[in-house]
Antibody, heavy 121, light 106 residues
């Protein structure tokens, strides 16, 4: 079964750090770009960033640039999101998602169930 | 960043209705446009990619169209399980989601 499972969420104080993990199974991990997407309570989806198959390219939404770092370990079939200098508006459910491409078209076709990050004092 | 704007933000409809949701991009994105469905407490689910291509397993009552800056998601013969929030997302440059359209029961 194709699966993504996030972990590492929790309560953290403003200015603190947290590292999220996403464990993949059931597919060839290093064939896919991977994304992180978040959803603040009662709000819509926000793309956070993504990483290329070999980790050589990464992109981020402006609001997290310089604070968040995406990485991957293809030997462990794992994706990571290092979050530093956390702010209250980073409070959200964080999803990892697999990107699949068809020709030049990319789409998020497999999603984890999400892990909750709460930034509060 | 490419802005994506959906309309309406919410709508009320009845089972059996035909529903149309619009998504507008801030610049031309060709047909690099995907649609997702999300139910409360669940992860999003891919419905349509490349503006009009069906994801495997998605019922044929869902259809997508458009190119450039204007796109639509149409649900014909709305079913009880279709009441959810729908998001468009561009993959032309980085990734951006629309703000969502909530489809509620009338």
């Amino acid at each position: 079964e194709v699966q993504l499972v996030e972990s590492g969420g929790g309560l953290v104080q403003p200015g603190g750090s947290l590292r999220l993990s996403c464990a993949a199974s059931g597919f060839t991990f290093n064939n896919h770009w991977l994304s992180w997407v978040r959803q603040a309570p009662g709000k819509g989806l926000e793309w956070v960033g993504n990483i290329k198959q070999d980790g050589s390219e990464k992109d981020y939404v402006d609001s997290v640039k310089g604070r968040f770092t995406i990485s991957r370990d293809n030997a462990r079939n794992s994706l990571y999101l290092q979050m530093d200098s956390l702010r209250a508006d980073d409070t959200a459910v964080y999803y990892c998602a697999r990107e699949t491409y068809w020709g030049s078209y990319y789409y998020l076709d497999v999603w984890g169930k999400g892990t909750t990050v709460t930034v509060s004092s | 960043d490419i802005q994506m704007t959906q309309s309406p933000s919410s709508l009320s409809a009845s089972v059996g209705d035909r529903v149309t949701i619009t998504c507008r991009a801030g610049q031309s994105i060709s047909n690099y446009l995907n649609w997702y469905q999300q139910k409360p407490g669940k992860a999003p689910k891919l419905l349509i990619y490349a503006a009009s291509s069906f994801q495997s397993g998605v019922p044929s009552r869902f259809s997508g169209s458009g190119s450039g800056t204007d796109f639509t998601l149409t649900i014909s013969n709305l079913q009880p399980e279709d009441f959810a929030t729908y998001y468009c997302q561009q993959s032309y440059s980085a990734r951006t989601f629309g703000q969502g359209t909530k489809v509620e029961i009338k």
